[in-house]
Structures are given as C-alpha cells and as structure tokens.
C-alpha cells in the first residue's frame, strides 16, 4: 500500500531539465510545453539518475527511495480501521517506471501538471507498526514489512504557481500535489503480526492477501494525501534551486 510513494518521485524528474553546461550529460532543456520533449526526458532521468540522484539539482536519490516516517491514521467508517505506521523505510522500483504523459505546464503556470507513469514493481520495506482492524478482525504487530505492488499506474496532478524574484528570476512554488496509484496486484508480508503467533498470523496474511483489492482502495485516501505531502518535499527541493528559466526554455 505505502508503494504509492513512488509516483512522488516522478515529479521531481519531470522538472530536471537545466543548463547542459550545468547538469549531467544528456539532459536538455525543453520548451515548457513541448510535452513529447518532458517525457523523454523524464524517462531519460528515470533510466539514468533515479539511482544516484542529481545533486545540481536538489534531486536526491529515487531508488531506493528513503521515508524516514510514513503515517496513516485510523478511519472509523471504514472496514480497514487502523494506525500504520512506518519509519526508515525504502521504497525500490522506480528506476524501472516509464511516464506515459508528462502535461500542464505553461508559461504562467495557471493549468494543473499532470505525470502518468507505469511501474513494473515497487517495494516497501522497513520498520512498521499496525494496531487496529480489518474486515472486522483485529490486527496489531510490529517488525518488517515488506510490501509489493505490481504493474502500477501512477497518476499525480501538481499545481505550482510563479514567484518572481528579480529580473528574469521566476520561482515556481509547489501549492498543491494529488497522487493516485492504482496496482494490478499487492502483497503484504508483516513480520512479527500478534506478537510471534504463527496461526493467527497466517490467518491475517490469508485475509490481507485474499482482499488486498478491497483493502487498498479503502486505505487510498491516505494514502494519496501521504504521498502528496512526500512529493511536495522532493518537488520543493528542485523548484526552489533553479528559477524556470533555466529549468526550461519559456
């Protein structure tokens, strides 16, 4: 379920497109909105920095990708009512992702961007901690966990606005972000679930993993406003280092 971090990711990609003399070989500015130009080179960045990072431009590594926290609280109208936590926790993949559509952007920033992308497999592994219940049945547990999903779709919308500061100096400032996964399949594994008890942590495990659809979509709000905030951090690193115009040609 936390793999949903991944889409965060994308964002900063999308806006790593500087000065060649400045940046790493290969990445070119693009016309602001030359869409076709923006995927590839997300995907250029994607392919070749999602490992390493690109320190020129604030972008830290993406994969993995480290949390040192991730919280989602508990939802008493819904049948997945429960505190998950986790902490110092990596998420792995996201070099495989491939953006489908990188759009919105414009001069004056006035249209929401959207990022589309495909990843074949992110992991969640780390510290976690659980109390609550599922489907009617309690569940608590603390340890690793390690959490996959499978050919996902990552859809985030971001809405920026311009700052000027100075002549020929225009900042984008991060307003809003929404991030959306929606996995072909996930799978749970929690270590340590009731405290060691091996029965009724394969009774959980069967649940979770027989109803991961159903307990998805009920934690995806969450989720989405987590990974938002996650991906405004990674954004607002980048955009508050280099002015757009040497981000892109505008």
Same mark, same amino acid.
């Given at each position: 379920?936390?793999?949903?971090?991944?889409?965060?990711?994308?964002?900063?990609?999308?806006?790593?497109?500087?000065?060649?003399?400045?940046?790493?070989?290969?990445?070119?500015?693009?016309?602001?909105?030359?869409?076709?130009?923006?995927?590839?080179?997300?995907?250029?960045?994607?392919?070749?920095?999602?490992?390493?990072?690109? $320190?020129?431009?604030?972008?830290?590594?993406?994969?993995?990708?480290? /949390?040192?926290?991730?919280?989602?609280?508990?939802?008493?109208?819904?049948?997945?009512?429960?505190?998950?936590?986790?902490?110092?926790?990596?998420?792995?993949?996201?070099?495989?992702?491939?953006? $489908?559509?990188?759009?919105?952007?414009?001069?004056?920033?006035?249209?929401?961007?959207?990022? /589309?992308?495909?990843? &074949?497999?992110?992991?969640?592994?780390? &510290?976690?901690?659980?109390?609550?219940?599922?489907?009617?049945? &309690?569940?608590?547990?603390?340890?690793? *966990?390690?959490?996959?999903?499978?050919?996902?779709?990552?859809?985030?919308?971001?809405?920026?606005?311009?700052?000027?500061?100075?002549?020929?100096?225009?900042?984008?400032?991060?307003?809003?972000?929404?991030?959306?996964?929606?996995?072909?399949?996930?799978?749970?594994?929690?270590?340590?679930?009731?405290?060691?008890? $091996?029965?009724?942590?394969?009774?959980?495990?069967?649940?979770?993993?027989?109803?991961?659809?159903?307990?998805?979509?009920?934690?995806?709000?969450?989720?989405?406003?987590?990974?938002?905030?996650? *991906? $405004?951090?990674?954004?607002?690193?980048?955009?508050?280092?280099?002015?757009?115009?040497?981000?892109?040609?505008?």
């Amino acid at each position: 379920m936390e793999l949903t971090l991944a889409l965060v990711l994308l964002f900063g990609c999308a806006s790593t497109y500087g000065h060649a003399s400045d940046f790493p070989s290969g990445i070119e500015r693009c016309a602001i909105m030359d869409e076709q130009c923006l995927e590839d080179r997300v995907n250029f960045v994607l392919r070749n920095y999602a490992k390493s990072g690109i $320190k020129e431009l604030g972008l830290i590594p993406l994969d993995p990708l480290h /949390v040192k926290k991730f919280k989602i609280g508990r939802n008493p109208h819904s049948p997945v009512n429960i505190d998950l936590s986790f902490h110092e926790m990596d998420i792995l993949g996201l070099h495989q992702g491939v953006a $489908k559509r990188v759009s919105g952007f414009t001069r004056d920033l006035s249209r929401s961007i959207e990022l /589309v992308m495909e990843v &074949p497999e992110i992991g969640v592994r780390g &510290p976690y901690s659980v109390d609550g219940r599922i489907l009617i049945l &309690p569940i608590t547990g603390n340890g690793i *966990a390690d959490i996959r999903l499978t050919r996902t779709k990552v859809r985030a919308q971001i809405k920026l606005k311009r700052v000027s500061k100075g002549d020929h100096q225009t900042y984008a400032e991060v307003m809003n972000i929404k991030v959306e996964l929606d996995p072909s399949h996930v799978t749970y594994q929690l270590e340590n679930l009731f405290n060691g008890q $091996k029965d009724l942590s394969e009774n959980m495990h069967a649940l979770i993993n027989e109803n991961w659809k159903d307990i998805f979509n009920e934690l995806k709000p969450g989720i989405g406003e987590a990974f938002g905030l996650i *991906a $405004k951090s990674v954004v607002d690193r980048i955009f508050g280092k280099l002015p757009l115009e040497q981000l892109f040609v505008v």
